[in-house]
């Protein structure tokens, strides 16, 4: 199954912003929406935001999901040492009739 | 508080077969998709199955669609996997998740190794 298209890799200084992005099609991204995942190895992923832009109670609002057409976009905002993680985008895909995730990305707080 | 626990993990040789389960409590079960989600060593999450509440069908991956089969046992609140046919590469921690737009709850996941 065709997975969603993350950039491997993002470096950025402490207290500084990162955007991530995310890239589909009209099958998942496009129509579904998507869903951000934060993952600290060791423990379950963390959900962040879902339905393109919706933040679960107790995530910080430095935390924040749009989408445009296809790609989805999640904004980190005063970067913190413990934003260092992977981030997971997921999304349904009507076309599979299944859930997809991109390969992740990887976020370096420098 | 929402509470989800997976079991049935284990060091199994190709081939054979494993069933796991996931216990959900703190919310109500038959209002909600459940998920299994697994990762492989060094690999990222990767999608299994559901099977929606109260339908009879439900969805794979097309890497254990045929090998892999969900259930729901609403009287028990539970979620089970049942693998089949297991190869080396479905080696992975198995993950259980609550389901509401993105993946929400997670348990801590069960580990599963295929090896012989």
Redesign the interface.
């Known amino acids: 199954?065709a997975g969603l298209t993350q950039p491997p890799s993002v470096s950025k200084g402490l207290r500084q912003t990162a955007t991530l992005t995310c890239t589909g099609n009209s099958d998942n991204v496009g129509n579904e929406?998507a869903?951000?995942?934060q993952?600290h190895r060791g423990n379950?992923?963390k959900?962040l935001?879902?339905?393109d832009d919706?933040r679960?109670s107790g995530i910080s609002e430095r935390f924040s999901a749009s989408r445009s057409g296809n790609t989805a976009s999640l904004t980190i905002t005063g970067l913190q040492p413990e934003d260092e993680a992977?981030y997971?985008c997921?999304a349904w895909d009507s076309s599979?009739?299944?859930?997809?995730?991109?390969?992740?990305t990887k976020l370096f707080v420098l | 508080q929402v509470q989800l626990v997976e079991s049935g993990g284990g060091v199994v040789q190709p081939g054979t077969s494993l069933r796991l389960s996931c216990v959900a409590s703190g919310f109500t079960f038959n209002h909600y998709h459940i998920h299994w989600v697994r990762q492989a060593p060094g690999k990222g999450l990767e999608w299994m199955a559901t099977m929606p509440p109260a339908e009879s069908y439900s969805f794979y991956a097309d890497s254990v669609k045929g090998r892999f089969t969900i259930s729901r046992d609403s009287s028990k609140s539970t979620v089970y996997l049942q693998m089949d046919g297991l190869r080396v590469e479905d080696t992975a921690l198995y993950y259980c998740a609550r389901e509401i737009g993105g993946f929400a709850d997670w348990g801590q996941g069960t580990l599963v190794t295929v090896s012989s």
Request: charged letters at 10%.
């Open positions: 199954q929406g869903a951000w995942l993952h379950p992923p959900l935001s879902y339905r919706n679960p992977e997971y997921s599979l009739s299944a859930w997809i995730f991109g390969e992740g």
